[in-house]
């Protein structure tokens, strides 16, 4: 099969690689759509140490079931799935134990540790393989893995309520998505960002979020202030890694409220965090998803409550590797799909 990897010195290429056998507990899944994700870029310029290379990079996926091993029964050939991350969970840490496998010690992720998505086919553990509802297209599930991210911040992390107003900070993939799924679970939300990031501030209006705002040309705090009756945002959720962005989330939630921490910093700022005392805030981070978001996830887009087909910016063969990631670091393009329809 080909796949796309990096290579024992960190290169991008596109090889041929042997299909795994269908062990016990395993699922052979023939891959139709999978995303190229910014972490895929991050591993490309800057690797990590979560890499065991060479590897196959991706995990956002979508396929179809083509063979299973004799004892796993919940599958069968011709069953539309995605798949989870979690190739390797010790299921006895205390993290397995409570149900927040984003937190196992001994976690192992496809894309990074072990074989991903970018190939035509894929050996998994059962075990972190989910049915893809009927009304949910293949492109569609190859997107839910980063919108299960944004449900994680904003539900299990954030504890957003309908009604709740709730200000994202940064237009790309990541405030997208948690603004997407804030918006769902009720939210009235409001997206900012800075002149540079026009072409994403339109692209969120097409979303139809509901509040896109311009940092550099139109007040955000007078319009956090006229829909909150003074008090502020109930949630900002700090999506840009930057000082100014969470310096911002700060000053704009209403006291007793949550600032949630999506971006990864980048490199290492200062910030005046007495706002969290004097106004005992709660700042937590977000990191990954777990099962429930999921789980959440598959629902609103089978209700119709997350539309994401607009995220897709493009579908391409994998002999275009160098293109897709290329677009995807300069930020020409917001999500590329590997189409391996052929």
């Given at each position: 099969?080909?796949?796309?990897c990096?290579?024992?010195?960190?290169?991008?290429?596109?090889?041929?690689?042997?299909?795994?056998?269908?062990?016990?507990?395993?699922?052979?899944?023939?891959t139709?759509?999978?995303?190229?994700c910014?972490?895929d870029?991050g591993y490309?310029k800057?690797?990590?140490?979560?890499?065991?290379?060479?590897?196959?990079l991706?995990?956002?996926?979508?396929?179809?079931?083509?063979e299973?091993?004799p004892d796993?029964?919940?599958?069968?050939?011709?069953?539309?799935?995605?798949v989870?991350?979690?190739?390797?969970?010790?299921?006895?840490?205390?993290?397995?134990?409570?149900?927040?496998?984003?937190?196992?010690?001994?976690?192992?992720?496809?894309?990074?540790?072990?074989?991903g998505a970018?190939?035509e086919?894929?050996?998994?553990?059962?075990r972190m393989?989910?049915?893809?509802?009927?009304?949910?297209s293949?492109e569609?599930?190859?997107?839910?893995?980063?919108i299960?991210?944004?449900v994680?911040?904003?539900?299990?992390?954030a504890h957003?309520?309908?009604?709740?107003?709730?200000l994202?900070?940064?237009?790309g993939?990541?405030?997208?998505?948690?603004?997407?799924?804030?918006?769902?679970?009720?939210?009235?939300?409001?997206?900012?960002?800075?002149?540079?990031?026009?072409?994403?501030?339109?692209?969120?209006?097409?979303l139809?979020?509901?509040?896109?705002?311009d940092?550099?040309?139109?007040?955000?705090?007078?319009l956090?202030?006229?829909?909150?009756?003074?008090?502020?945002?109930?949630i900002?959720?700090?999506?840009?890694?930057?000082?100014?962005?969470?310096?911002?989330?700060?000053?704009?939630?209403?006291?007793?409220?949550?600032v949630?921490?999506?971006?990864?910093?980048?490199?290492?700022?200062?910030?005046?965090?007495?706002p969290?005392?004097?106004?005992?805030?709660?700042?937590?981070?977000?990191?990954?998803k777990t099962?429930?978001?999921?789980?959440?996830?598959?629902?609103?887009?089978e209700?119709?409550?997350?539309?994401?087909r607009?995220?897709?910016?493009?579908?391409l063969?994998?002999?275009?590797?160098?293109e897709?990631?290329?677009?995807?670091?300069?930020?020409?393009?917001?999500k590329?799909l590997f189409?391996?329809?052929?």
């Amino acid at each position: 099969m080909k796949g796309v990897c990096l290579t024992e010195n960190g290169a991008l290429a596109l090889r041929e690689f042997p299909v795994p056998p269908v062990t016990e507990g395993m699922v052979k899944i023939r891959t139709r759509f999978a995303g190229v994700c910014s972490t895929d870029v991050g591993y490309w310029k800057n690797g990590s140490e979560k890499l065991r290379l060479p590897v196959i990079l991706g995990h956002e996926m979508s396929g179809v079931i083509e063979e299973t091993a004799p004892d796993v029964t919940e599958f069968q050939a011709g069953d539309r799935v995605i798949v989870t991350n979690d190739y390797h969970l010790c299921g006895k840490c205390r993290f397995c134990r409570r149900g927040q496998i984003n937190m196992c010690v001994e976690r192992r992720s496809i894309g990074s540790a072990e074989n991903g998505a970018m190939a035509e086919f894929m050996v998994v553990p059962a075990r972190m393989v989910l049915h893809l509802p009927d009304a949910v297209s293949f492109e569609e599930g190859a997107l839910a893995e980063v919108i299960a991210c944004g449900v994680h911040a904003m539900e299990q992390m954030a504890h957003a309520q309908p009604g709740q107003v709730v200000l994202v900070m940064g237009p790309g993939i990541m405030g997208i998505t948690a603004a997407m799924a804030a918006q769902a679970m009720g939210c009235t939300v409001v997206l900012a960002g800075l002149s540079r990031d026009a072409g994403r501030l339109d692209f969120a209006r097409q979303l139809r979020i509901p509040y896109v705002v311009d940092t550099e040309k139109e007040d955000l705090p007078a319009l956090l202030h006229k829909l909150t009756d003074g008090y502020g945002a109930d949630i900002a959720a700090e999506c840009t890694g930057s000082y100014g962005g969470l310096e911002t989330c700060f000053r704009l939630t209403a006291k007793c409220g949550t600032v949630v921490q999506i971006a990864i910093p980048h490199g290492r700022y200062e910030t005046d965090v007495s706002p969290v005392i004097k106004k005992e805030l709660r700042y937590v981070g977000s990191y990954a998803k777990t099962m429930p978001d999921w789980m959440t996830t598959l629902r609103l887009m089978e209700e119709g409550k997350l539309d994401c087909r607009l995220l897709i910016s493009e579908k391409l063969p994998l002999e275009r590797y160098e293109e897709a990631f290329t677009q995807t670091a300069e930020a020409k393009a917001f999500k590329i799909l590997f189409d391996l329809n052929e």
